[in-house]
């Protein structure tokens, strides 16, 4: 029965095939969203499956036989002082138990590796899953941080842009000593254009490597037909 549900423990690999979406969803899977709710969900899967683990070979599953599961029952206290609440399920209490510190190993934050006090204390298998899980778990955490710093870059990075190309402007322009109010008619125009007609997208969009010729002319006639068609030489 061990060898069973630790078997069925490693099938839990097969829901991998859910983070990676097929090339049919591309449009869904380049949105920002998806690109941060990824790892995140990624975390939660393996920290299931580490707490799959753990139940098996980490104590949890011999503590149960011993004790039972009434003894990991919890209280969920009311808002006041009166209200007594009410009991949790002891499966449902032991699960997030373990679930908990299979999150903080993957994590890097275990504050308990050798589990004193747990039924992880001197337990051999318990000490492996750690001594494997919190080096990747430290590795698991950086790419999640990685993950949202890239994502800030890139949803701020016209503005970055905007505010390099102001400093540079601002510089140049105490350089010359031009007039304050027409360093102020200077700023008036970059702020214009970052509001309507951005020039740093458009000249981004419009590159030769980033569209073929009929993308560029379905572009270019979807911006200037009205203009052409409310042309004198139209009429």
């Known amino acids: ?26 449009r869904l899977r380049d949105t920002g ?20 683990l753990l139940c098996c070979l980490g104590g949890y599953r011999h503590s149960v036989q011993q004790l039972g599961h009434d003894a990991y029952k919890t209280r969920f206290q009311g808002t006041s002082s009166q209200d007594e609440g009410f009991e949790v399920n002891g499966r449902v209490s032991l699960y ?9 190993m993957m994590t890097g934050m275990l504050d308990n590796p050798v589990g004193d006090g747990s039924p992880r204390e001197k337990n051999f298998g318990a000490l492996l899953i750690v001594v494997i899980g919190g080096p990747l778990g430290c ?20 503005e970055m842009r905007h505010n390099e190309n102001r400093a540079f402007v601002k510089k140049a322009l105490e350089n010359l000593a031009i007039p304050k109010e027409l360093q102020r008619r200077v700023y008036s125009l970059h702020y214009y254009q970052r509001l309507s007609h951005d020039k740093e997208a458009l000249s981004v969009l419009f590159k030769d490597d980033n569209l073929n010729p009929n993308l560029e002319s379905a572009l270019r006639v979807y911006l200037y037909h009205s203009s052409v068609l409310g042309s004198t030489y139209s009429k």
């Open 1 to 26: 029965c061990r060898f069973s549900l630790l078997l069925n423990n490693v099938k839990v690999i097969r829901i991998l095939g859910f983070v990676y979406m097929p090339d049919s969803l591309w």
């Open 33 to 52: 969203c998806v690109r941060l709710c990824r790892p995140l969900f990624l975390l939660l899967l393996v920290s299931h499956w580490t707490a799959c």
């Open 96 to 104: 997030l138990t373990v679930l908990i510190e299979a999150c903080y």
């Open 139 to 158: 590795l698991g955490i950086a790419s999640i941080i990685s993950t949202i710093v890239r994502e800030q870059s890139l949803r701020y990075a016209l």
